[in-house]
T-cell receptor, first 115, second 117 residues
């Protein structure tokens, strides 16, 4: 079974500052890992995902995340926050299988960007 | 990528009534999912809907309360029956993107915001 924890339900950063959103997962099998973003009054949009291979994954809008198996982490970063980054961010995990596996979403982190 | 639309986008309903939410996809997909997102919380999977078979419900969700239809590969409906204020949530439809080669990734609709008075 898989699970996801996100440290910090709310994070505030200044415009131009580093964004760091934390995600730790638990999985008994090799995981697929995802970060989704939800802007106000919208559905979720995939930012990036890790499947296999390179552990540093680059996504849209300047975000990236690093898969660290030893730490069971998949933290999301962006070097310089923009006002448009204010949104809810969800980390998610599923199992690597030959067929579809259910995706488990974390509780979410609300990011505020201060001008 | 798949484009997903949901109707209605929002609704305010009286307790004891039912609401049917529609989800339309612009391409054929095998698996469709319905999620509930209660205020300030994460997504909880209600059920998985495959065309031509009964929906598979997650623990805590039952067909009598959340009947689902999946008549073809581009459309699904979720009904919230005999509503109570506790059903006030955002209901999200999503599809498996594996037909696009993006395994286990999902595309999401914009959601339906339901308020039950």
């Amino acid at each position: 079974a898989q699970s996801v924890t996100q440290l910090g339900s709310h994070v505030s950063v200044s415009e131009g500052a580093l964004v760091l959103l934390r995600c730790n997962y638990s999985s008994s099998v090799p995981p697929y890992l995802f970060w989704y973003v939800q802007y106000p009054n919208q559905g979720l949009q995939l930012l990036l995902k890790y499947t296999t291979g390179a552990t540093l994954v680059k996504g849209i809008n300047g975000f990236e995340a690093e898969f660290k198996k030893s730490e069971t982490s998949f933290h999301l970063t962006k070097p310089s926050a923009h006002m448009s980054d204010a949104a809810e961010y969800f980390c998610a995990v599923s199992a690597v299988k030959t067929s579809y596996d259910k995706v488990i979403f974390g509780p979410g982190t609300s990011l505020s960007v201060i001008p | 990528s798949a484009v997903i639309s949901q109707k209605p986008s929002r609704d305010i309903c009286q307790r004891g009534t039912s609401l049917t939410i529609q989800c339309q996809v612009d391409s054929q997909v095998t698996m469709m999912f319905w999620y509930r997102q209660q205020p300030g919380q994460s997504l909880t999977l209600i059920a998985t809907a495959n065309q031509g078979s009964e929906a598979t419900y997650e623990s805590g969700f039952v067909i009598d309360k959340f009947p689902i239809s999946r008549p073809n590969l581009t459309f699904s409906t979720l009904t919230v029956s005999n509503m109570s204020p506790e059903d006030s949530s955002i209901y999200l439809c999503s599809v498996d993107a594996s037909t696009s080669g993006r395994y286990n990734e999902q595309f999401f609709g914009p959601g339906t915001r339901l308020t039950v008075l």
